[in-house]
């Protein structure tokens, strides 16, 4: 819930992207008695700098709202006041540096009100403590759906080959030094030629990367000449943007598929996200089964 919150507050306050023009008059859809403005679609399409493809989508997630919020009224659910007011307190500390006039500049500036916004994130509350209690904490993953997953998803599971590479790394003002440095490594070590001239991030450590993901660290160009180098191999000088590298692979590890055992969290995290999807809609329909709704 703490997510999907975070998410929403960027982009109701931090986000003021404009939006092609749409008619906004009128009616988008009524859940029960309420009605849903087109007016209130292209306010939350604003806030989140959508496009405006996109108003469909934005107007259905609207329609969800008002049905759980309508839930929870009809359950009696409410959320105490100094709970939204410790939430208010949390965005101010979090994207305004403690200062509440930024919050309300901001609000301003999306030409929102205070009121507003603090209505709008009592209801967010409501709807995030709604899904916890009926679909969220009811989430299971059985061992069955489990072992099921992991056959069915192998590639998930797996982890990617990693490498140790030792770096040294001239600037351009230093490329007349590529020789001079080829020569010493002939009779000094890696470690203590990249101390003295390399200006890698890792120069201190002997120009050591130990057990990376290459494709995680490296550009392409890097990438694709430490995946034909032999290991212990040294490789040519490698010139990049006026920046020399040159590489020696050290080690290096295959892609694996991790065992059942070692991957059990990931596992149980995506079956329970997977089943968590199933509950909340067919939620969703059993409320829309129950309730009036008319799209315009």
Known sequence: MEHRFSLWVAACVLCAAPLAAVEVDGLAATVGGVSILRSDVIAAMHRAGAAPSEYESYRNRLVDRQLILAAAAAAKVTMQEWVVDNRVKEIVDRFFQGDRNKLIASLAEN????ADFRRRTKDDLIVGAMRWNVVDKMVTATPAEMRAEYEAHPDRYGEPGTVDVSVILLKPEQAALKSAVSDELKTNSFADVALKWSADSHAAQGGAWTNVVPAAVFKPAICGELAKMPVGTLSKWVDLDGWSFLLRKDAERP???????????????HVK???????YAAWLERLKADTYIRIY
């Open 255 to 269: 892609a694996r598929k991790r065992t059942f055992a070692e991957a059990y969290a990931d596992i149980e995290r």
């Open 111 to 114: 030409r929102t009100t205070y």
């Open 273 to 279: 996200e997977s089943n968590g999807k199933k509950a």
